[in-house]
């Protein structure tokens, strides 16, 4: 509760949220009006924004072939710099709440199947031209392409139709969607100038930062977009620049040097030594993030269930927690839910580390010799000493596992969706339906462990036009067991995101949804005199 109260303090601060809306989801939430006013007194205080100066980060998640058009977006740099320069219809508050963008309202039909959004009108592009409902349909249209190799087709494919009119977008769904506003927070859904059709990797949209430099796997900058229109509350900073740093080591010291300001994907193990350093906040929290080791279900030896079953059971979660995340998270259960998301299913068995199981299904898949591992620490932070760790849990069931340690530079454009077994990390979504959508449905693009399962995918889309939360929650459940028994996903841990501030950092909100406040800090964050 204290969390959610100190971002919906810094919301009225920063005039995001009204006096009134403060003190009435403050009493929901049990907190006395003297209280919640003394709340406000010392959030007005000390979150005036101070203007100016150059915010850098030290990044990990950047490679040569990054880029900047919106549906190819995928690892951490990408990410982080797109939340500065682009700007989305809708995005999400650390309480799971929607917070309006560019689309000024959402509403839809009875029947969830036709969504109607209204869009904000003065917002204007880099370029200088003004946001208009056919850009987002524009935009949208380019992600719902059955031809698109976009990141959001898992999601967008549910869409019968775009059109604009006068000042509103219409959406007509194939099937009807409850969650349709939360599918609209996809990092990939950046608005652009005709949706990116004449030049998708401009970097042009209506984030509070123009883009000024662009080197993939170097660095990335933008300064202050001046019409940018909500210049009162974000992109305070007059430059940004995010400094490509994949190795752990590099970035604590970039910091503790004053190089930069603040780092992502802090490693559990230097924790300790990093809060012993003048200045320094680490900026911890729970999410929906996870970390898996992938096997794609369609090429042997892991096209056999047996083989499958094997290496989950030879996985030693506990282990791993405590020596990897140093318990900076929670167990996992090979399916990709916490309890981040609503309507979690909370009464799954939990699987645990049996290697005599383990065994048994490993002599039953008729497999044998090594199995190769594709690994690299920018997959997740202790990656390599976590693939090492499972190597030696695997030969205690009877199985050899090769570990092959890939260069960071590259691992998510050439390693992770195209190398049969390898790991990764992935951010989680808003909503079940989105991870599912974007992951494990049998024709999402970014289906990594090439899972294919006909009542899994008839499950989701029965899911996703149900009302009754009991019945939705009974399908989800249903869902995941089915994803714990025979996908492709071995998921032992659910880590928190941890990253670091240095000296002087003001205005860091810490969110449930993605490392470095939801990807914002550059834009949300200043520098004291």
């Not at 193990?269 to 999410?287: A, C, E, F, Y």
Request: aromatic content about 8%.
């Amino acid at each position: 509760m204290s969390q959610e109260l100190d971002y919906l303090s810094r919301c009225v601060a920063a005039g995001r949220l009204s006096r009134r809306e403060f003190l009435g989801r403050a009493t929901a939430l049990g907190v006395s009006a003297t209280f919640a006013n003394s709340l406000l007194a010392g959030a007005a205080k000390a979150q005036a924004p101070r203007k100016g100066g150059i915010l850098k980060a030290g990044l990990n998640g950047g490679a040569g072939t990054d880029t900047l058009d919106p549906t190819a977006i995928s690892s951490a740099v990408p990410i982080m710099f797109s939340k500065s320069w682009g700007e989305l219809l809708v995005a999400t508050t650390p309480d799971g709440g929607i917070e309006y963008r560019i689309a000024e309202e959402i509403g839809a039909s009875k029947d969830a199947k036709t969504w109607t959004m209204k869009i904000r009108k003065g917002i204007q592009f880099h370029n200088g031209k003004e946001v208009t409902p056919e850009d987002v349909v524009a935009s949208l249209e380019r992600h719902a392409n059955k031809e698109s190799q976009s990141g959001a087709l898992g999601i967008m494919r549910g869409i019968e139709s775009l059109k604009a009119d006068g000042g509103d977008v219409v959406v007509t769904l194939k099937e009807p969607n409850a969650d349709l506003p939360y599918l609209m927070t996809d990092y990939h859904l950046i608005i652009q100038p005709n949706g990116g059709k004449d030049d998708p990797a401009a970097g042009i949209s209506a984030g509070p930062y123009k883009v000024t430099v662009n080197e993939p796997g170097v660095r990335h900058g933008g300064e202050k977009f001046k019409d940018y229109w909500q210049g009162d509350k974000l992109g305070h900073a007059d430059q940004i620049e995010i400094i490509v740093i994949n190795d752990a080591s590099a970035r604590m010291a970039a910091l503790q040097s004053n190089q930069v300001h603040m780092i992502n994907q802090i490693e559990p193990k230097i924790i300790d030594l990093l809060k012993r350093v003048p200045g320094v906040t680490i900026q911890n929290v729970s999410g929906p993030s996870y970390c898996s080791f992938n096997m794609f279900c369609d090429t042997a030896p892991f096209n056999t269930n047996d083989l499958r079953m094997a290496l989950k059971l030879a996985m030693d979660r506990e282990e791993m927690l405590d020596k990897i995340l140093r318990s900076y998270g929670t167990i996992g259960n090979d399916f990709p839910i916490n309890e981040a998301y609503a309507l979690f299913p909370d009464d799954i068995e939990q699987r645990v580390f049996d290697p005599d199981k383990a065994k048994f299904h490993y002599k039953k898949s008729g497999h044998s010799g090594p199995i190769l591992l594709r690994t690299s620490e920018t997959s997740f932070p202790g990656a390599v000493d976590a693939t090492q760790l499972y190597q030696q849990s695997c030969a205690k069931a009877g199985i050899s596992i090769e570990v092959k340690r890939e260069p960071n530079d590259g691992y998510m454009s050439e390693v992770w969706n195209k190398q049969p077994f390898s790991t990764v990390r992935w951010n989680g979504r808003a909503t079940q339906d989105q991870v599912y959508s974007t992951v494990y449905l049998s024709t999402a693009p970014w289906n990594d462990t090439r899972f294919s399962n006909e009542k899994f995918d008839k499950l989701l889309l029965e899911a996703r036009a149900e009302f009754d939360q009991d019945k939705r929650k009974n399908l989800y459940r249903e869902m995941a067991i089915i994803l714990r028994d025979e996908g492709g996903a071995i998921v032992p841990m659910f880590n928190q995101w941890i990253d670091a501030t240095g000296p002087g950092v003001k205005g860091f909100v810490k969110h449930p949804a993605l490392s470095m406040s939801n990807g914002y800090a550059l834009a949300q964050c200043w520098l004291e005199a």
